[in-house]
């Protein structure tokens, strides 16, 4: 019972002094509400950073410099890395382009053309991607030159010159779907990586019995100048990076723009902790030197309390059962008071961010992390307070009789 009983003074002390109790619950609110304020805009604005990294698979592509000879062997090889989430060959940007015409514009419009396949991290909200000889995905910017939308028939067309004679030829397509605008800014056809194939076969002269296009048989092995490659996420870019360098392929990457973003949340993060930490200490230290001053102003009760029966760790736990009352009410205010500052900020912001984002924001734990450390930092400070009680001596509650 005298477990019960020590919670129960302590709580109607705590409550008797209110002045007392309150001076502490607002010099720690103090201090832990700006914390929670400057931790949450570092959230805020480097973490939305770090998610528009994360979210652009832009930010993820790894480009080829140049041209270069690749098989199909060398890159099935590359895309059993786990650090790999796409890759698909490029045929040469001569031959990477088609003409399109529908039947909504006269005009015949040139575009690119870009391999693809399923699992494509720049048509990953689509549902459907291009597939075989007829399917293509189009970039928002070619579907709006050609007023087309999903599901439409288009014509598309190719020149070459063979045996010296300038030849065209025709094929019927389909919109399978269309890219977002962020996917691709230019116009552009999402093809297959057969048809993306067909056409350079075609230019160079060879036959596509595929399409029914004549030409001269190839014998040659294929291999291809280029490729789209993805990590699997940004934090495998520079590994990626420098497994390609080794092997003698100059590629460009944002590796430079994603360390940059890093750096900042490592630089703030080692700020905050350092100001966290300062801001505790100092919290700790005042919280122990009053509960000290106050067990020394209490002395004479404490006293009579171990007269009738309490031990020393009842008593011992008299400031701290105070301190975790401190720490919870304190938490409780500062938690108020980030949310007043969080939404305040948030809204004189909104204007300036994307759908969704915003300039201050916790998650839930990392409540939890700052209950944790207030409280913990709370009754290490009530630690000494109680080692001070454990020390007063029965006598003394005598003497004072």
Same mark, same amino acid.
């Given at each position: @019972?005298?477990?019960?009983?020590?919670?129960?003074?302590?709580?109607?002390?705590?409550?008797?002094?209110?002045?007392?109790?309150?001076?502490?619950?607002?010099?720690?609110?103090?201090?832990?509400?700006? @914390?929670?304020?400057?931790?949450?805009?570092?959230?805020?604005?480097?973490?939305?950073?770090?998610? /528009?990294?994360?979210?652009?698979?832009?930010?993820?592509?790894?480009?080829?410099?140049?041209?270069?000879?690749?098989?199909?062997?060398?890159?099935?090889? =590359?895309?059993?890395?786990?650090?790999?989430?796409?890759?698909?060959?490029?045929?040469?940007?001569?031959?990477?382009?088609? /003409?399109? $015409?529908?039947?909504?514009?006269?005009?015949? #419009?040139?575009?690119?053309?870009?391999?693809?396949?399923?699992?494509?991290?720049?048509?990953?909200?689509?549902?459907?991607?291009? +597939?075989?000889?007829?399917?293509?995905?189009?970039?928002?910017?070619?579907?709006?030159?050609?007023?087309?939308?999903?599901? !439409?028939? #288009? %014509?598309?067309?190719?020149?070459?010159?063979?045996?010296?004679? $300038?030849?065209?030829?025709?094929?019927?397509?389909?919109?399978?779907?269309?890219?977002?605008?962020?996917?691709?800014?230019?116009?552009?056809?999402?093809?297959?990586?057969?048809?993306?194939?067909?056409?350079?076969?075609?230019?160079?002269?060879?036959?596509?019995?595929?399409?029914?296009?004549?030409?001269?048989?190839?014998?040659?092995?294929?291999?291809?100048?280029?490729?789209? &490659?993805?990590?699997?996420?940004?934090? !495998?870019? *520079?590994?990626?990076? +420098?497994?390609?360098?080794?092997?003698?392929?100059?590629?460009?990457?944002?590796?430079? +723009?994603?360390?940059?973003? /890093?750096?900042?949340?490592?630089?703030?993060?080692?700020?905050?902790?350092?100001?966290?930490?300062?801001?505790?200490?100092?919290?700790? &230290?005042?919280?122990?030197?009053?509960?000290? *001053?106050?067990?020394?102003?209490?002395?004479?009760?404490?006293?009579?309390?171990?007269?009738?029966?309490?031990?020393?760790?009842?008593? @011992?736990?008299?400031?701290?059962? /105070?301190?975790?009352?401190?720490?919870?009410?304190?938490?409780?205010?500062?938690?108020?008071?980030?949310?007043?500052?969080?939404?305040?900020?948030? !809204?004189?912001?909104?204007?300036?961010?994307?759908?969704?984002?915003?300039?201050?924001?916790?998650?839930?734990?990392?409540?939890?992390?700052? =209950?944790?450390?207030?409280?913990?930092? %709370?009754? #290490?400070?009530?630690?000494?307070?109680? =080692?001070? %009680?454990?020390?007063?001596?029965?006598?003394?509650?005598?003497?004072?009789?």
């Amino acid at each position: @019972m005298r477990p019960f009983k020590t919670l129960r003074l302590a709580t109607r002390d705590y409550l008797h002094e209110w002045q007392m109790s309150g001076c502490f619950i607002l010099a720690l609110a103090s201090v832990l509400g700006p @914390m929670l304020v400057l931790f949450g805009l570092k959230f805020g604005i480097v973490g939305g950073m770090i998610d /528009q990294l994360v979210q652009d698979p832009r930010n993820r592509e790894i480009m080829p410099v140049g041209s270069g000879k690749f098989s199909a062997e060398w890159m099935t090889e =590359l895309r059993k890395r786990s650090d790999v989430e796409f890759i698909v060959p490029r045929t040469r940007s001569i031959a990477a382009t088609i /003409q399109l $015409k529908s039947s909504n514009r006269s005009n015949i #419009i040139s575009m690119e053309v870009i391999p693809s396949e399923a699992g494509d991290p720049l048509l990953s909200a689509l549902a459907n991607g291009p +597939d075989g000889l007829e399917s293509i995905v189009l970039s928002k910017s070619a579907a709006a030159k050609l007023k087309v939308g999903v599901g !439409d028939e #288009i %014509s598309g067309s190719l020149v070459r010159r063979f045996k010296e004679r $300038k030849e065209r030829a025709h094929l019927d397509l389909r919109v399978a779907a269309i890219a977002p605008a962020d996917a691709f800014p230019r116009e552009a056809a999402f093809t297959s990586v057969k048809l993306a194939e067909a056409l350079e076969d075609y230019r160079d002269g060879h036959a596509v019995p595929m399409l029914g296009w004549k030409g001269s048989v190839g014998t040659k092995a294929r291999s291809y100048p280029g490729f789209r &490659l993805y990590a699997a996420s940004i934090y !495998d870019v *520079a590994n990626l990076h +420098d497994g390609l360098v080794d092997l003698g392929i100059d590629v460009r990457t944002r590796a430079a +723009d994603i360390e940059l973003v /890093q750096r900042m949340d490592r630089n703030l993060s080692m700020v905050f902790w350092a100001i966290a930490i300062i801001g505790l200490v100092g919290f700790s &230290l005042s919280l122990g030197a009053s509960l000290w *001053a106050n067990v020394d102003r209490k002395s004479k009760e404490l006293s009579v309390l171990r007269l009738v029966g309490f031990r020393t760790g009842d008593i @011992m736990w008299f400031p701290m059962i /105070q301190a975790i009352y401190t720490a919870l009410f304190g938490w409780g205010l500062a938690a108020a008071i980030y949310h007043a500052a969080s939404l305040t900020i948030n !809204d004189m912001l909104a204007s300036q961010m994307n759908v969704g984002q915003q300039v201050c924001d916790l998650l839930p734990i990392h409540y939890m992390i700052a =209950l944790g450390l207030t409280a913990g930092s %709370s009754i #290490i400070a009530a630690a000494l307070a109680g =080692l001070r %009680s454990a020390k007063i001596e029965p006598s003394e509650g005598l003497r004072e009789i």
